[in-house]
């Protein structure tokens, strides 16, 4: 095999590999929105409290949101954080909305409103938008978050934030005409949220103070001795 041989096959092979790693991401990304539209109402047709709490979290606005953030996150690219995020919270409402048409049983207790096929176009089409359009700055406050210090501290209390927020709303809107477990759920979320932005919060004050006192410790030991 001659040397131009193998440089076009070693061409080839940087070629595939580059490839592949910018489709793989691309496609965990998208299975995982196709993934975050099955878990909760495929969670709601058990009778179960378990079930019950998981389809409570994933069909949370909150829990979306951290979809989306998590999305950005891992992208190094503001852009590819911003369409990415958008393009995989819209594939997840649309298989959100498909399969509950597609299955709408529901165990006894849990409430659904509306009929599984009633209005079933103009809400993947409302709902898919919105998520398209919301997906993108969630994504992109995502990618931000991973600015170190204090600088990407407000960032990194987004979904901690709605996560309190909503659930904070949703107990004193809904929980006591929803049963015990949408009270204990909620309230978990709330106190979770509240538990991760604190740690949060600390993590960033505590590696402020690390780094700052690192050029005094250097300036303490480079100073040489004084001879008398």
Known sequence: MSALDIDHRIGQ????????????PIAVALGAGVALGVIGPLAGKFDSPICHAVALVFSG???????AFLVGYFRRSKIESALLASSALAIGVVVYYLFKFLSPAAPIGLVISGGSG???TSRILVWGIAAFAFGAPVGLVGNLA????IA?????L????????ETSQRLRVEADSQGLIVDLT????????AVVAVALVGHTMWSW???RSRPERRVGLGAAPKRL
Do not use: D, Q
């Open 13 to 24: 092979e940087k070629i595939l590999y580059f490839s592949c790693a910018r489709v793989a």
């Open 186 to 193: 909620w309230n978990a979320i709330r106190v979770v949220a």
């Open 209 to 211: 103070r690390a780094r």
């Open 61 to 67: 606005g909150w829990s979306w949101a951290c979809f």
């Open 146 to 149: 991973r600015t170190p210090g």
């Open 158 to 165: 987004l979904v901690p934030l709605i996560a309190f927020i």
């Open 118 to 120: 009633e209005g079933l």
């Open 152 to 156: 990407g501290l407000s960032f990194r």
